[in-house]
């Protein structure tokens, strides 16, 4: 058990829907990490938060958007949803920046659209 | 932008054989190097990292890693392994001046006992 915690762990919606995505952090872990893993597109880094702050920017969809509460939970909300969006999504945290690029994963939200 | 490339997708061994996964990644300046692993259904997990210091680094399970800055390469082995390695690596790199973790396409390890 990694202490990063994903919701849901599966979900199955249509094209065009929208899907809120949950993440909480390790205890004490202020940077939070969104992966896309595809069969096509490997592992892709799309955003990262720092303290509720975005820090960088990955291969993000205009879709696609995220955000990191006060409380260090994260969302990665994606939209007008495409059947290329079934993916695998991962969120990690990490201590603090600079990063060290030692992340702890959740077991990720599988999404899959119909 | 950086870019990871690991050299094979499948890998299938016999147990007892030794393991070596390529990994050779771009970027200019100086980067911390990982190896991540990921088990059937389970969550990704950290293998080993480099920093600094000795090229070679030791992660769990026996692995092992080197760093060689000429060939930009941070290969993964292990002298014998075992039906539980099978999994999928990935190689990862984070430049000390970013913040993104590039990850490589990833190796799918199959061992046959």
């Known amino acids: 058990d990694s202490g990063v915690t994903q919701t849901p762990k599966h979900l199955i919606t249509a094209t065009g829907q929208r899907v809120t995505l949950r993440c909480s952090p390790r205890?004490?872990?202020?940077?939070v990490y969104w992966y896309q893993q595809s069969l096509d597109q490997g592992l892709q880094f799309l955003i990262q938060y720092y303290n509720g702050e975005e820090r960088a920017k990955g291969n993000i969809l205009e879709r696609f958007s995220a955000q990191q509460f006060p409380d260090l939970h994260s969302e990665l909300n994606l939209s007008s949803l495409e059947l290329g969006d079934s993916a695998l999504y991962f969120c990690a945290s990490s201590v603090a920046t600079p990063n060290t690029g030692e992340l702890f994963f959740g077991e990720g939200s599988r999404l899959t659209v119909l | 932008a950086q870019s990871v490339s690991q050299h094979n997708h499948h890998v299938i061994l016999s147990e007892a054989a030794s393991l070596e996964l390529g990994c050779n990644y771009s970027y200019g300046g100086t980067v911390n190097l990982f190896w991540y692993v990921q088990y059937p259904g389970q969550h990704l997990q950290l293998l080993l990292k480099y920093f600094s210091g000795d090229p070679l680094v030791k992660g769990i399970k026996g692995f092992e890693a080197e760093f060689i800055k000429s060939k930009f390469s941070f290969n993964l082995r292990k002298p014998s392994v075992q039906w539980s390695d099978t999994a999928e690596y990935f190689c990862a790199v984070n430049p000390v001046d970013g913040n993104k973790l590039v990850f490589g396409a990833g190796t799918i390890l199959r061992v046959k006992s």
């Open positions: 205890s004490g872990d202020l940077s």
